[in-house]
């Protein structure tokens, strides 16, 4: 393997002096922090949107379960009065009500549990690994 050198007439610069690596980290600190506050606000504003979703099709089941009991006691009612068309009719919108409840629930609860918990996972992550890097270079 042949060495490299330095072109002709260029030396290798120096290696820099701790104060000059002191300096240069005291400057780059803060933009570090400053982006990992950055990214901790964007997956703490994502979770949240996933949580609003996750609680908005959670009501909309609670709602539509609601028109599901108000179709069953008018099916019952129907079914009482002997009027065979009417609370067959009844009774098919009933399963239909509760079976998009049940779907808008499972989806719901599946929209929750990838919103939670709350925490800016990623961010906390690269703040650690950036805090033993610190560790490590500390003279």
């Given at each position: ?25 005291t400057e780059?600190?803060?933009?570090l922090v ?106």
């Open positions: 393997m042949a060495a490299q050198h330095p072109a002709p007439g260029r030396e290798n610069p120096p290696d820099p002096t701790i104060g000059a690596l002191v300096h240069d980290l780059q600190v803060p933009a400053r982006s990992e506050i950055r990214l901790a606000q964007a997956e703490v504003a994502q979770k949240g949107k996933r949580l609003g979703v996750g609680l908005g099709m959670f009501s909309a089941s609670g709602l539509l379960a609601f028109f599901g009991l108000a179709s069953a006691i008018t099916t019952v009612v129907l079914l009482l009065d002997l009027a065979l068309p009417a609370w067959a009719a009844a009774l098919i919108v009933t399963i239909a009500l509760f079976a998009v409840a049940a779907g808008a629930a499972v989806l719901g609860k599946s929209k929750v549990e990838q919103a939670t918990p709350p925490i800016p996972e990623k961010a906390i992550a690269g703040t650690k690994e950036d805090l033993a890097t610190l560790k490590e270079i500390k003279p």
